[in-house]
C-alpha cells in the first residue's frame, strides 16, 4: 500500500509514528507520498489519526518517530509559521475583530508585502470565491458558506503550494456542501494546488480527490483512487467504510485462480472473487454493493450459484427501491434497483432467488 | 413587512394594532417575571438604594441652623456681611431667644459641633454660652412685667393670649418663642402647668411690646404693656456685652458670617468642603493651600487605582492565559489556588502583608540577607503607596484573573494555529489575532478592580500610612470620628460621579459591549 520512492514526491510521510501518552499509537507507521498538484483525501472515522497526521503536517504536532518531508526537505524541525502551507480549519478559525479584508490581508502583512500589492492579492482572491463585495463585513456577519469560503481565500491568498483543509465542509448544510465541495475542488484544479483534505464524509472523499487515503486505527487501510475504493476494496473495513455494503459470512470451499466458492453458514453456496483468502477452508466474509445484486435469472450466466432470499421491506426513495432481504439468516441484506419503467417492485413476504457475477462479490478477511 | 408600510400599522386578526395585541399578551408574562425578581427589588431598593440616596442626600442638608436658630436666621437676613461689621443688637436679641430655647432642647451643642466644620471654635463658643445663658439679667424684664401686672406670672395667661393667632400674628416673635417653649412640654405629654415662665419670654415680649411698637391688640393685658412702656421705657438688658462676656467671639465678624451662610436649608457648603473650596460673601472661593487635601486625595486615589489596575493586569494576564491552556484538571487546581485567598479573611491577608512588608520584615530581611539592600538602608515598603499598591494588587487580583481566564477559555486555539500557518511569529499571533480578542476580558477585569480599588477602605487604613491612604478612608474618618456625615456624604457623592463618569467614559471609548465576563 505504500508507494514511496516516487520521483516526483511532493510530500511525503517516511515511517512516521506519533503517541501523546507514551503508551498508545495514535499513528502507526505512516508511509504517504503525494506528488504536486494531487487532491488527496485522509478519510476515517474519528479517532483514525487522520486528523494527527494532519496537524504534524502543519506543524502543529510533531511526529514521535519519523520523518516528514515537503518538496524533497525534511520539515519536522521547521515551525508552522515557516512552513508555507495554507490551512483551512473546521471552524474557519477566521479572525472575530477584522473584517475579511483584513484577514485575507494578515498572512501578506506578516510576510512584509506593500500595501497595494496586498490589495490587488486579496481582491483577487476574493474574485476567486466569489466574494468580492464583502471585503469590509466581518466574519460574524457572514453565512457559515461564505465563512467558509472566506476561509478557503485567506489559506490561498499567499500562493501556498500545499493546503491542508481540516473537515471544511462539516459545519454546513447538506445542499451548500454538496455545491461547496465543487467549488473547492474547481478552485484547486485551476490553481494547481496540492490539497490535503481530512473528512469523514465517504461522499466527499469520493467526489472530489484524485486518490483517498482511507485511515483505521492508526494505519492507512487503502490508499486509492475513488473508484478503486470502491469497486475494489482490498479488506473488509474499506469495504465496509466507503459506501453501503452487504456481507455474509463463509468458509472457502473451492479455488480456481480468481475465482471461488464460499460455503455459507447456513450451507448455501456462493460466487465471489478472491482477494484476502488463499487457500480452502479459510473463513471469509464476503462483500457485495446492494445495486450489483441481480434478482433476474436471464441476467445471470446459468452456472451462477444462487440463494434463496425473503424479502423484508420495499422502500420507495423516488430515484432508486431499496429492498431488505434476508439472506442466508442476515436479514440486514439490502438491494437497489434503478426506478426504471420496466422495473419489477419486490413484494414484502415474497421469497426469490438472488444472484451476482463472481467479480462483483469480493471474499475480504473474515476480521 | 411590506404590508405594514403600505398600508399603515398591521392589524392583529381581531383589528386591533398588531402592536398593541403584541404588548397585551406579552404583559401577563412581563408581570409574572416582575414578581420573580420583586424580593430581590425590594431588598435591594429598601437596604441599598435608599440609604445611599439618603446619605447622598445628607451632602446639601443643613435644617439645623434654621430649625434651631430659626429667629436668628431671619434677623440676619437684615444683615451685610461684607461691610466687615458685627449685626446690631437686634441679632443679639435673636439668637438669645433661639439660644434659650435650644438650651433647654440641648441642641445647641450639637449645632455647634455642625458649625465648628465651617469654622473652628463654634462648638466651644456655643457650648460655653449655653452654660451662660440663663445667668444673662435678663430677669429684668420678667420682673418689669410682672410688676405691671401680675396675670404675667401666670402661664395659664400666655396660653389664653398666644392661643390666639390674631395675637401670634401681632407679636410673632414672642408668639413663636412661646409656642416652641410650651411645645417642649407639650411633646412630653405635660402642660407648662405652673412651670416659672422663662425670662426669655419676657425678654421677648419686651422686644415686641418696646416704645417702638404699636399694638392693635385687644387684649387688655398686652395694650397696658405697650401703654406703659410708651409712657416710661423699662429698664433694659443689653446682650452685646453679656454675650461678650460669655465668650467675646461673639464679636467675631466670622462667627457671624458662618451663621449667615449656613442658613439656607439646603447647602453646598459640604461639597465645596469636599472639594477644598469654602463659603464666602464673596461667594466660593478656593481654600488656603494648606488646607487643601481632598482634591489631592481624589487625584491619588485615581492614580493609585490605576496603578493597581496596571498591575493587576501584568501580573493576571499570564496567569489566566495559562489557567485557559491547561487541561481542565490542572486547570481547576490553580483555579482553586487563586481562589484561595477568598478562603481567608480580608483582615488577615492584609495583616499578612504587614508582616512581610515592614522595616524588620521577611522581604526585607531577606533582602538584606543576600545582600540587595544594606543593613541600614532597608526599603520602605510599608505605610506609603507602595504598601497599599502592594496589598491591594494582591487582594484584588483574582478579580482581574477570572474574568481575564473567563473569556480566555472561549478564545479557540485554533486561532493562534489559523495565525500560524498564515505565516505569523509566535509573538505576532499573540499580539494580533490572541490580545485583540482577550481585551474583553482585560475591560471587564480592570472595570472590577478599579472600581473596587477605588473604594477600598481596609488595606489602605492597614498599610497605607499616611501617604498611602485613600478617599474612602478619609470618608470613614468623617462617618465615624469627626462624625461631619455632610462631609462624608459630599465626599461620596463626588466618588460615585467620579467613577460613573469613568465609566462613562470607558463605555464611549472602549465601548461596554466590549466587556465580557465569559462565553
New interface residues.
Given amino acids: 500500500m505504500a508507494d514511496t520512492g516516487r520521483s516526483d514526491a511532493f510530500v511525503e510521510f517516511e515511517r512516521v509514528q506519533k503517541s501523546y501518552d507514551g503508551e498508545n499509537l495514535v499513528v502507526k507507521d505512516l508511509n504517504l507520498s503525494m506528488p504536486k498538484g494531487e487532491f488527496l483525501t485522509m478519510l476515517g472515522p474519528s479517532g483514525s489519526g487522520k486528523t494527527t497526521c494532519l496537524m504534524m503536517l502543519?506543524?502543529?504536532e510533531t511526529a514521535t518517530h519519523g520523518d516528514i518531508r515537503l518538496d524533497g526537505t525534511s520539515i519536522n524541525n521547521i515551525?508552522?509559521?515557516?512552513?508555507?502551507?495554507?490551512?483551512v480549519?473546521?471552524?474557519y478559525?477566521?479572525?472575530?475583530?477584522m473584517t475579511v479584508a483584513e484577514n485575507l490581508s494578515?498572512?501578506l502583512e506578516?510576510?512584509k508585502m506593500g500595501k497595494s500589492e496586498r490589495e490587488a492579492k486579496v481582491n483577487r482572491a476574493l474574485e476567486m470565491v466569489q466574494m468580492g463585495a464583502f471585503g469590509g463585513r466581518r466574519p460574524a456577519q457572514l453565512s457559515g458558506g461564505q465563512q467558509q469560503r472566506i476561509a478557503l481565500a485567506?489559506?490561498l491568498v499567499?500562493e501556498a503550494e500545499l493546503v491542508?483543509m481540516d473537515e471544511p465542509l462539516g459545519a454546513l448544510d447538506k445542499q451548500l456542501r454538496e455545491h461547496m465541495q465543487f467549488e473547492i475542488k474547481r478552485i484547486a484544479d485551476n490553481l494547481g494546488i496540492t490539497v490535503v483534505y481530512v473528512t469523514h464524509d465517504q461522499t466527499e472523499a469520493l467526489t472530489m480527490s484524485d486518490r483517498v487515503a482511507v485511515f483505521n486505527d492508526g494505519v492507512i487501510q487503502q490508499l486509492a483512487p475513488p473508484d478503486t475504493l470502491y469497486e475494489a476494496p482490498e479488506n473488509s473495513f474499506v469495504a465496509q467504510f466507503i459506501g453501503e455494503n452487504n456481507t455474509l459470512e463463509g468458509v472457502v470451499t473451492e479455488m480456481m485462480g480468481d475465482a471461488c466458492v464460499v460455503r455459507l453458514d447456513d450451507g448455501s453456496e456462493l460466487d465471489a472473487t478472491p482477494i484476502n483468502v488463499s487457500k480452502v477452508g479459510e473463513r471469509t466474509r464476503v462483500s457485495i454493493r446492494p445495486e450489483r445484486v441481480e434478482f433476474n435469472k436471464e441476467r445471470l450466466s446459468p452456472d451462477a450459484h444462487t440463494l434463496k432470499a425473503q424479502v423484508m421491506e420495499f422502500i420507495y426513495m423516488g430515484d432508486i427501491f431499496r429492498t431488505r432481504l434476508k439472506v442466508a439468516g442476515n436479514d440486514e441484506f439490502i438491494i437497489k434497483t434503478r426506478n426504471a419503467p420496466d422495473q419489477v417492485r419486490l413484494e414484502p413476504g415474497s421469497e426469490i432467488e438472488i444472484g451476482w457475477l463472481a467479480r462483483d462479490c469480493r471474499a475480504l478477511d473474515a476480521s | 413587512m411590506s404590508d405594514a408600510t403600505s398600508s399603515g400599522p398591521m392589524l392583529a386578526a381581531d383589528g386591533t394594532p398588531l402592536k398593541t395585541s403584541l404588548a397585551r399578551s406579552l404583559r401577563m408574562r412581563k408581570l409574572r417575571a416582575l414578581m420573580l425578581i420583586a424580593p430581590l427589588l425590594l431588598f435591594v431598593l429598601i437596604t441599598f438604594i435608599a440609604p445611599i440616596l439618603q446619605m447622598l442626600l445628607r451632602s446639601v442638608e443643613n435644617q439645623i441652623v434654621s430649625d434651631t436658630l430659626p429667629e436668628t436666621v431671619v434677623a440676619l437676613e437684615q444683615w451685610d456681611a461684607t461691610t466687615g461689621d458685627i449685626p446690631g443688637e437686634f441679632a443679639f436679641e435673636a439668637i438669645y431667644l433661639d439660644l434659650a430655647i435650644a438650651v433647654e432642647q440641648k441642641l445647641h451643642t450639637r449645632l455647634g459641633s455642625r458649625l465648628n466644620y465651617e469654622e473652628t471654635g463654634m462648638a466651644s463658643l456655643f457650648r460655653k454660652s449655653g452654660r451662660r445663658i440663663g445667668r444673662f439679667d435678663t430677669d429684668v424684664y420678667t420682673d418689669q412685667f410682672t410688676d405691671l401686672n401680675a396675670a404675667w406670672e401666670d402661664p395659664e395667661t400666655w396660653y389664653e393670649i398666644f392661643g390666639d393667632e390674631r395675637n401670634v400674628a401681632e407679636l410673632p416673635l414672642v408668639g413663636r418663642s412661646w409656642q416652641r417653649w410650651a411645645a417642649l412640654f407639650e411633646a412630653e405629654g405635660e402642660t407648662v402647668g405652673k412651670r416659672d415662665l422663662e425670662d426669655f419670654l419676657f425678654a421677648a415680649l419686651h422686644y415686641e411690646t418696646r416704645q417702638d411698637r404699636y399694638i392693635t391688640s385687644e387684649n387688655p393685658l398686652l395694650l397696658q404693656a405697650m401703654r406703659a412702656q410708651s409712657e416710661t421705657p423699662f429698664e433694659t438688658s443689653r446682650l452685646i456685652p453679656q454675650f461678650e462676656d460669655a465668650d467675646e467671639d461673639w464679636l467675631d465678624h466670622a462667627v457671624w458670617q458662618t451663621i449667615k451662610t449656613y442658613s439656607p436649608r439646603y447647602t453646598s457648603g459640604y461639597f465645596l468642603n469636599a472639594i477644598d473650596m469654602e463659603k464666602s460673601p464673596e461667594g466660593a472661593v478656593a481654600k488656603p493651600e494648606n488646607l487643601q487635601i481632598y482634591i489631592k486625595l481624589f487625584w491619588r486615589t485615581l492614580f493609585m487605582s490605576l496603578v493597581i489596575t496596571g498591575s493587576c493586569i501584568l501580573l493576571g494576564y499570564p496567569v489566566a492565559w495559562i489557567l485557559a491552556n491547561l487541561p481542565s484538571r490542572s486547570a481547576n487546581l490553580l483555579l482553586i489556588l487563586v481562589l484561595l485567598p477568598f478562603w481567608t479573611s480580608l483582615l488577615v491577608r492584609t495583616s499578612a502583608w504587614k508582616v512581610m512588608l515592614q522595616d524588620q520584615g521577611v522581604i526585607n530581611n531577606v533582602l538584606v540577607w543576600i545582600g540587595l539592600v544594606a543593613e541600614n538602608d532597608r526599603l520602605a515598603l510599608i505605610n506609603n503607596q507602595t504598601g497599599t499598591i502592594i496589598a491591594m494588587t494582591h487582594i484584588l487580583l483574582p478579580f482581574m484573573i477570572l474574568p481575564l481566564y473567563s473569556v480566555m477559555k472561549t478564545i479557540s486555539p485554533s486561532y493562534l494555529r489559523a495565525a500560524k500557518s498564515l505565516g505569523a511569529t509566535n509573538w505576532t499571533a499573540f499580539w494580533r489575532v490572541y490580545f485583540p480578542q482577550s481585551v474583553p476580558g482585560i475591560g471587564a477585569g480592570s472595570i472590577l478592580v478599579f472600581i473596587l480599588a477605588i473604594g477600598y477602605y481596609i488595606t489602605p487604613e492597614i498599610v497605607g500610612g499616611t501617604s498611602g491612604i485613600f478617599i474612602s478612608n478619609r470618608i470613614a474618618y468623617h462617618i465615624s470620628s469627626s462624625l461631619n456625615w455632610g462631609l462624608a456624604a459630599a465626599l461620596g457623592a463626588i466618588l460615585l460621579v467620579l467613577v460613573l463618569g469613568l465609566y462613562w467614559c470607558y463605555d464611549k471609548i472602549v465601548g461596554i459591549d466590549n466587556v465580557k465576563l465569559g462565553g
Fill in positions: 502543519a506543524g502543529f515551525p508552522p509559521h515557516k512552513r508555507g502551507i495554507g490551512m480549519f473546521q471552524n478559525a477566521l479572525f472575530p475583530h494578515f498572512p506578516v510576510r485567506r489559506a499567499f491542508l
